[in-house]
């Protein structure tokens, strides 16, 4: 079956220093990515749309400019969060899409961030 | 956009007993997805509907797309202890429900 993965699987960093988060589909192709936050005993929220060789389009309330969105090429996005602060702690899911059935979504295992 | 309500919230049940929950939309959807996902991991597909009035099975899991394309209900019968996790509802536009969080007691 389809496999994405993440890394890192966890991450501290000091609050203001930025953080990288790679997506990687690891035996298919994805040209588009979705990145999603998660906070303790809540939903996922889909925070941006990640499109190879294009810009990434976010949703509603998610700044872009904090939330930095690289789909650099057909297996791997990355979602870098600058000037990180503590209410950036949360836990980050990216997903790519069946290659057939777009609406199923393939996701990887996450990544918990805290910002101390 | 789009509107999911999932419910229940949250479910304490005994091994051995069924479960539904279920999702409702403020729009049409032309697909519902259910997914599980245990403590700390990504989600995982159970169950993908593609058609009005669709019933579909995974073991012991059944999904239905509402006739109204406005709803779609997951069924867990004869719970077991690894069924404890949460369940979402997904639709067409990669929004999540709010997630049934399910425990089973042995």
């Known amino acids: 079956g389809a496999v994405v993965s993440q890394h890192p699987s966890w991450v501290i960093c000091k609050s203001g220093t930025s953080v990288k988060i790679e997506c990687r589909s690891l035996d298919f192709q994805a040209t588009t990515m979705f990145w999603y936050r998660q906070f303790p005993k809540q939903s996922l929220m889909l925070m941006a749309t990640s499109n190879e060789g294009s810009k990434a389009t976010y949703e509603q309330g998610v700044e872009k400019d904090k939330f930095l969105i690289n789909h650099a090429s057909l297996t791997l996005s990355t979602l870098t969060v600058t000037s990180a602060h503590p209410e950036d702690s949360s836990f980050y899911i990216c997903?790519?899409?069946?290659?057939?059935?777009?609406?199923?979504?393939?996701f990887g295992p996450g990544t918990r961030l805290t910002v101390l | 956009g789009q509107q999911l309500n999932q419910s229940p919230q949250s479910m304490f049940i005994q091994e051995g007993e069924d479960v539904s929950m279920n999702c409702t939309s403020s729009s049409i959807f032309n697909t519902w997805l259910w997914y599980k996902q245990d403590p700390g991991e990504g989600p995982v597909l159970l169950i993908a509907?593609?058609?009005?009035?669709e019933l579909t099975s995974n073991g012991r899991l059944t999904a239905q797309f509402g006739i109204t394309r406005k709803d779609s209900f997951l069924n867990i019968s004869a719970s077991i202890p690894s069924d404890v996790g949460i369940y979402f509802c997904a639709g067409d536009d990669m929004r999540f429900g709010a997630g049934t969080r399910l425990t089973v007691k042995p």
């Open positions: 997903s790519a899409p069946h290659t057939i059935f777009y609406n199923e979504q393939f």
């Open positions: 509907l593609y058609k009005a009035g």
